[in-house]
């Protein structure tokens, strides 16, 4: 089969595994990872499944959905509703529920109210651009379509459907990626990193949460853009027709899935295995307490001179390496400088 | 060759500015911005090479390895794994070739930042996949500096480099590229080379490939 060919299954779960045994290495932190979040879904889904109304989800986002989880994740939940059912009893109480089992020993979700709160998700597909289309509104809709996992319900099927729907719904065409959607998620990467200055800017530059922000540019936030970018640009194959179910199929799994996927479609075994074996490692060191510690502890001034940072650099270095061959030294080249550089 | 994203030179070939680490990080960087190896291939030139770095240089580099002493040697070999940990603070990768390794044991301490080269067919040892292997299960964190002309003079088919990339391609860190002359000197790469060794290169595109000796013009 050629690399990339149109045959190729739609769906990369697994491809991390497959890739592994192609390469004969294993990513047993990811498998731990992933382990973990598996056994929390589990649990927190039968927890929550009585007390969830027929037309809402509780969806957990970040490490949850993307099975990196570790003993120090933080629980970023929300609750998607439809319009006008954010302040109703019924999911007052859930979100009660919500925060009892979340919300404990520093884990809450960050305090800009993105997420551990009811939203209504109609707008998530409505306000795509212009004012409306917020710091809030965007980092929602791009979570829930990039890394997010249902608890309970299935509103949050529907939800991404209509997001998905929204970007594809004009102009796009056989054979090539849907420009607005691939627009939206280059926006949001880059979003992502200017904040991370305007956030460094306003603590006074001895921020505790910096050091650990820019570790996980380089890597976890990083791999999610990437993990959006490759079905995106890997329409290429496909008809018009076919591209939905595609970008569904590929969107439903992990970020880390896509990748393998991506590098296997492209024959690109050892690469993609140093690649995410450097990926594999940075889980390594954030499953352990004595180096999540050694981290907390460092600030702008300090970062250089620090072991710890030094390994975040050196994986983050491989994992850009590993991905830019992905990009731009394979036969996704083309199309990489094309759609990615202007 | 050219298309590669990450070239860089070798400092080893520019023996015109030895021990002048400034210039030789600017002729270095004439040839590409993306990787450069800083060759201390005589021992006299390692503390120089460790003082300059500890200096903190700004360098144009966004990789860069270093190629410890592989003749000169004077130095206990527990006193020059100090210097090479020391030196493994400022680099990616700190290349070592197996035949001056006594007690490959006493290398551990540089973890991953330890590049074992494959050497050619003049060496004792560390030639092919089974004897890269005794060394790495002495250092299991260390990484392979895959030499592809050093390979291609062990086995002109290229076969044994196949079976060293299969073997230990998730631990490599970077190529070193060039052709040999008679002498097995490091020349520029000849266009039989370039596709001779170009399938095996295909498989180490997100690495830096470092030249032993400027491209042909």
Redesign the interface.
Known sequence: MDPGSAAAPLSPAGSLDDLAGRAGVTFAHLDEARDLAARRIADASGALAAATPDDVSVVMYGSWARGEMTEASDNDWAILTPDGRTDDEDVNALAETCQALFNEDGKAPGAQDIFGVPFAWPKLADAIGLEEDDNANLTRRMLTLLESVALTGEAVDECRGTILDRYLRRGVKNHRPPRFLLNDVIRYWRTICVDFEGKHKTSGGDDPKWVMRNAKLRTSRKLLFAGGLLPVLFCRLRELDEIPTFLSEQLAARPVDRIAWAFLELGLVSEGARCLSAYDEWISMLQDPAFRAAMAALRASTRDDSAEFARVRSAGERLHSGLTALLFESPLGPESTKYLVL | MR????VGASTGYMSGHRGDWDALARTAAEESLGAVELSALSEPELPGLVDWLDAGPSLPF??VAAHGPTKGREMPEADLVVVLARLA?HV?AVVVHPDTMGDAALYRPLG?KLAVENMDSRKPMGQRAHQLQQIFDELPEARLCFDIAHAGAVDPSMAEGERI?EQF??R?SHVHVSSLDESSHHVSLTQDDEERFGSLLD?????PWILEAPLRR
């Open positions: 298309d590669h994203l990450a966004r990789w603070l990616e991953a990339l391609g998730s490599l498989r180490c595109r997100d690495v």
